[in-house]
């Protein structure tokens, strides 16, 4: 016979198959087999449990049997023995519960479908721990026997076992097992899904917690990089003659204030003219001018009392900062007459302090200094001799008096004295006389004419007086072209004309302005008499007598 469950062949009088515990029908079985109240699974005739479910069906009146633990531990060993350290004999197997005989490899009982205590086919792990002999198979009394112990199965007890109706292992397959089973593989999928969505879940939460701290850990570089980072600094730089292209020293500027990372700041950096060479951190400061650069030349500088305030504030490491805008550092060279040596020794020793690349040769810059200093000291002293040279050579000396001319005439004319009397030419044009003076006792009497007059009386004492007189060049060129003099004196070129009147006017007037208005006024013009106010100011007013 071939169990309709699990398709294992059976004894064709087997009530349960051996393999899986199944209920086998008889042949030939009434359609209107009793049922268990509690699952609907068909009953054995005369059975007391379900052998599905093991609830109890025995009429009424009839007391269900109970399982108990001590009858069913006498049962197991009238079967083993009493196991106080004896080793138990191989017996023949035979259910616990209803006393048929079974074999080693089935796990329920042919006859009521009890479930043994064995490993399946045969398997290796089948016998108990307890029991030393691998070739016993155990049944499981004190779990699968639900009948009560007969008193034949207590020790030293024959005889037959009764048949007793127990309830079939909740293990046995049923007509139900199939959808179970594949409510079980339902479960079994969800509980996977379930398992893998949350494992994804955690996944994700666990790559956001990475990617999360790695950007934390990012952003606390960036900001790191950030207030670590020198920036260039560009601020705005003039000085005349200052260029560090062409061998000056640099420009020392004090920095103060406190960078991001809270550190104060108070230090010394140098900058070129183009106003580069300031490296600083994020942060606040205030740049002043520490001291004079030097220019190539020796040029020492005044220092600025200028102060900048500045803020570096990016945030990227490669930028660069221009503070152009907020301001400029002027410096004025010093005259180099004025250079103190305490000057100079200052800021040739700030230039020494500058080692970084590119800096200027701080000796060399010393030197050309003290060089500047003495070459201007040479240069007003051979000035000095000029000017007097030249002063003497305005200085006249007459018998009785002096007098100095305007220096505007250096080089241009020439002085003839004679005793007391004085005359002073153009030394281009030595027949132009520009003035002369004499002396006579008392003030002069005639004061001429418009071509030829009396600049002014100067008293030397002892009733004589020194008399200027000068010609209105201006006046008598200018008449004799209006005129179209055909007098040969009266000629004089375009050239002499001007210089002449250059000279009596000390450059105030030329003389075509002079003639100009004289033929638009009929020969009058008020810019003759220039030459008198400029000849009275100049020899007049500086004619003093001799002590």
């Not at 004896?86 to 006859?111: E, F, I, K, N, Q």
């Not at 205590?117 to 639900?146: F, K, N």
């Not at 504030?313 to 503070?323: K, Q, S």
Request: proline content about 6%; hydrophobic content about 40%; some cysteine.
């Amino acid at each position: 016979m071939i169990c309709p469950t699990c398709h294992a062949e059976i004894s064709d009088d087997a009530l349960f198959c051996s393999s899986c515990g199944t209920k086998i029908e008889p042949v030939g079985a009434a359609a209107s087999a009793a049922v268990c109240p509690q699952c609907g699974a068909e009953l054995a005739p005369g059975a007391l449990f379900c052998s599905h479910c093991g609830a109890s069906v025995a009429p009424a009146g009839v007391p269900a049997a109970v399982p108990m633990a001590d009858d069913a531990a006498q049962a197991a060993a009238a079967l083993w023995g009493d196991g106080q350290g004896a080793t138990p004999t191989r017996r023949a197997l035979v259910c616990p519960s209803c006393g048929a005989p079974v074999s080693p490899t089935d796990p329920y009982c042919p006859a009521c479908g009890v479930r043994l205590l064995g490993s399946r086919a045969g398997s290796p792990q089948s016998a108990p721990s307890a029991q030393p002999s691998a070739d016993t198979t155990m049944v499981d009394i004190a779990r699968e026997a639900v009948a009560p112990a007969d008193p034949r199965l207590r020790s030293g007890s024959t005889g037959p076992m009764p048949r007793v109706a127990v309830p079939a292992p909740s293990a046995a397959p049923s007509h139900d097992d199939g959808e179970k089973s594949r409510r079980n593989v339902g479960k079994t999928v969800g509980i996977v899904v379930g398992i893998i969505a949350v494992a994804a879940l955690a996944g994700g939460g666990l790559w956001y917690a990475l990617d999360a701290q790695r950007q934390q850990d990012e952003a606390t570089q960036q900001a790191e990089q950030a207030t670590q980072a020198l920036h260039s600094v560009t601020i705005a730089v003039a000085a005349e003659g200052w260029n560090t292209d062409e061998g000056a020293s640099r420009l020392p500027v004090r920095v103060v204030g406190t960078n991001s990372t809270g550190e104060a700041v108070d230090e010394t950096q140098y900058v070129t003219t183009a106003g580069t060479g300031l490296m600083l951190r994020q942060g606040s400061y205030q740049l002043s001018v520490a001291g004079s650069p030097i220019a190539a030349d020796g040029t020492i500088y005044t220092v600025p009392d200028t102060v900048l305030d500045i803020t570096v504030a990016t945030d990227n490491p490669g930028d660069a900062v221009d503070v152009t805008s907020q301001g400029s550092f002027t410096l004025t060279p010093i005259d180099a007459l004025e250079v103190t040596d305490d000057q100079i020794l200052a800021a040739a020793q700030l230039a020494a302090a500058d080692t970084a690349d590119g800096h200027a040769d701080a000796d060399a810059l010393r030197a050309a200094a003290v060089q500047r200093r003495e070459d201007a000291a040479a240069a007003q002293q051979e000035q000095q001799e000029q000017e007097q040279e030249s002063y003497d050579s305005r200085h006249v000396v007459a018998d009785s008096y002096e007098f100095y001319m305007p220096s505007y005439w250096d080089g241009r004319v020439t002085v003839q004295v004679d005793g007391d009397h004085v005359s002073v030419c153009s030394a281009k044009y030595p027949d132009l006389e520009l003035f002369n003076v004499t002396v006579q006792r008392g003030t002069t009497q005639a004061v001429g004419d418009v071509g030829y007059a009396c600049l002014g009386d100067v008293a030397l004492g002892d009733g004589t007086y020194a008399s200027v007189w000068a010609r209105r060049w201006g006046w008598l060129i200018g008449y004799a072209y209006m005129t179209n003099s055909t007098d040969p004196n009266d000629y004089y070129t375009m050239d002499e004309a001007e210089e002449i009147v250059d000279l009596q006017t000390g450059g105030n007037v030329t003389y075509e302005s002079i003639r100009d208005e004289m033929v638009a006024n009929d020969g009058n013009s008020d810019l003759v008499f220039v030459t008198d106010d400029y000849l009275y100011a100049c020899i007049v007013e500086s004619l003093q007598p001799l002590e």
